[in-house]
């Protein structure tokens, strides 16, 4: 047990710059604002105030007149009580105006400039790129990436499919590119760059490197970021990320839901200010983005995630007749369309362990961990898919982890995620329902808990239209945790940090985590909200807690024994740090 746990402690220890958090962005491909008609000024030029708003007191010395995202902007950092969605960075990049240093503005995307580019996770060798483009019209040809590395003596120019995405106002469409990178070899360091299939005006991206994954073969530990919960904020753990991404010290980023805060928000832009702000990290590491409820809201009801997440989205389930699980809805056109139905170019929906059609949920086999990422949002009156999709995903789970299961001689530990917690000590009590607080995006923003309170449970939100409730989430998934032995359950939605026991029925079966007899529940959804949330009264099962903001690292270090590191956002501090330990794995008997 010492031995792993001095492991841990070398891999996760970060040095951070006077403190960690959210780190600067400096942007300099977007344009000035339309409020700077003579551009943005120069930073360095600027008062004391506005230079506070950097990481470091002071702009970097990149930052020139370019647009930029500054951490302790009053729109990121100001609660007063509550942040301010119209306070100064809120939005995304912004500039002072040159000539006129009291008038300030966001900054727009320019032309055909590939931008909010990400990797994303479809098996131990294949990742899907992911980028955006903004174009007077849809791009003639299908979009390219160059791919190379130090092994390959040839640059490979792969061809890829793109998405129309029109905002809900219906005044901003987006061009969303897909390629795939298959057949990487693993564990090696590969240089990319992307652009449009325009045939005028298409410019390539700067260059990228990346580490491929790798699977369960190559002798290695597994080690992956894992939380939910994250916004453009001062207190998120993009700097901390960012370490172990440039350090290899993790192998891919797991999001367990509710990205941005909201992804719809002002016509989308506060999604556009979020991805340019993930870019330096998913660019550069393979990410799992599970769905949570902020993706339904601002009027966008999952159309944005479904359609930038395509490396986990397909829209081919013909099983089940119905439209929310044909995947992404898009304005495509029908030629479009037939290159979408070709099937190329799509990550863990299509490539995964057992494919399931849809980025709602999937699977994906990384190194020792099978990861299988579940969607709740119907048990949680913030979806209308209902019933037909509550049936077909535990059809589709059933199935997956029986095949997990007689796998585990090459990929031993199962976890599995979703956004909503089945068990926490803020959760509802299995079989009841949760106070109007549970599914209020009023109360993301002032203590997400109990105490808060609200007088609609909808808030005018999509009602779901189904038969489940939260009360039936654990009698549909406990069961099937048990007899398929999966290991641990993670999940986000609660702006905290909690472990339980090994839990079967609402008690815990043990005080160890020694040849566990039960599940062990995750909740770590404090890697960057808006607000954290305040503990109620502890559960008996519960091992472990905290609302400071923080994030967990995950790291399977064979077959035998699995780490999870909690990790402080604003300082690098281990939190908390638990070891499994298991002689085999396989069903959990009912206790």
Not at 122 to 131: E, G, K, N, Q, Y
Not at 239 to 250: R, S
Request: aromatic share 10%; net charge negative; proline share 6%.
């Amino acid at each position: 047990m010492l031995y792993f746990a001095q492991l841990v402690l070398s891999l996760v220890l970060l040095p951070c710059v006077v403190r960690c958090d959210m780190y600067n962005l400096v942007a300099p491909l977007l344009q000035a604002p339309q409020e700077c008609s003579q551009g943005c000024a120069a930073w360095d030029t600027l008062n004391t105030t506005i230079n506070s708003y950097w990481a470091g007191g002071k702009a970097p010395e990149d930052a020139g007149s370019h647009c930029a995202q500054l951490p302790y902007a009053p729109g990121l950092s100001k609660p007063s009580p509550l942040l301010d969605p119209h306070g100064v960075g809120a939005q995304g990049a912004w500039c002072v105006c040159s000539g006129d240093i009291s008038a300030w503005g966001y900054c727009t995307s320019s032309s055909y400039v590939p931008e909010q580019v990400n990797l994303q996770l479809a098996s131990p060798d294949t990742v899907v790129v992911s980028f955006v483009t903004f174009e007077p019209s849809l791009p003639a040809e299908a979009p390219y990436a160059m791919l190379s590395s130090q092994q390959q003596q040839d640059t490979q120019v792969l061809r890829g499919v793109t998405h129309v995405y029109v905002t809900p106002a219906g005044d901003r469409t987006y061009y969303m590119h897909f390629v795939k990178f298959s057949n990487l070899a693993p564990l090696t360091k590969y240089t990319y760059s992307v652009k449009s299939g325009a045939t005028t005006g298409a410019v390539w991206s700067k260059n990228y490197t990346f580490t491929s994954p790798h699977s369960s073969t190559e002798q290695k530990e597994t080690s992956v970021a894992i939380f939910g919960d994250l916004g453009i904020y001062a207190w998120n753990n993009f700097q901390n990320m960012m370490a172990q991404v440039e350090n290899d010290t993790i192998s891919a980023v797991i999001h367990i839901g509710d990205h941005c805060y909201n992804i719809g928000g002002s016509d989308d832009r506060r999604g556009d200010g979020y991805m340019q702000g993930y870019e330096p990290i998913l660019s550069s590491v393979p990410w799992i983005p599970v769905v949570g409820n902020h993706e339904f809201y601002d009027g966008d009801h999952l159309r944005r995630y479904l359609n930038q997440t395509e490396g986990t989205v397909i829209a081919n389930n013909a099983s089940v007749n119905h439209e929310w699980l044909k995947g992404a809805h898009t304005t495509a056109t029908s030629a479009l369309g037939y290159q979408l139905s070709s099937g190329n170019h799509h990550a863990a929906g299509l490539h995964g362990t057992t494919p399931s059609g849809t980025s709602r949920y999937f699977s994906v086999d990384l190194g020792l961990v099978h990861f299988v990422a579940l969607d709740l949002n119907m048990y949680n009156a913030v979806d209308d898919c209902g019933e037909p999709c509550r049936v077909a995903q535990l059809a589709w789970l059933k199935q997956d982890l029986a095949a997990a299961n007689a796998n585990r001689d090459q990929v031993p530990w199962i976890v599995a995620m979703s956004h909503f917690p089945l068990y926490c000590s803020n959760c509802p009590k299995p079989g009841h329902d949760p106070g109007a607080w549970w599914s209020s995006e009023a109360c993301e923003f002032t203590g997400h808990d109990e105490s808060c309170t609200v007088e609609d449970k909808k808030e005018g939100k999509n009602p779901y239209t189904g038969n489940a409730t939260n009360a039936d989430m654990v009698p549909d998934f406990e069961p099937i945790f048990m007899q398929y032995g999966v290991d641990v359950y993670a999940s986000g939605h609660i702006h905290d940090f909690e472990w339980t026991y090994p839990i079967y029925n609402n008690s815990a079966v043990q005080k160890n985590f020694v040849n566990m007899k039960a599940p062990v529940h995750l909740v770590t959804g404090n890697a960057g909200p808006p607000s954290a949330s305040r503990f109620s009264t502890l559960e008996d099962w519960s091992y472990s807690h905290s609302n400071e903001y923080s994030y967990t690292q995950l790291i399977a270090h064979n077959a035998s024994a699995m780490s999870w590191i909690q990790i402080a956002n604003n300082d690098s501090r281990v939190i908390d740090r638990l070891t499994i330990i298991t002689d085999k794995h396989g069903p959990f008997p009912p206790p």
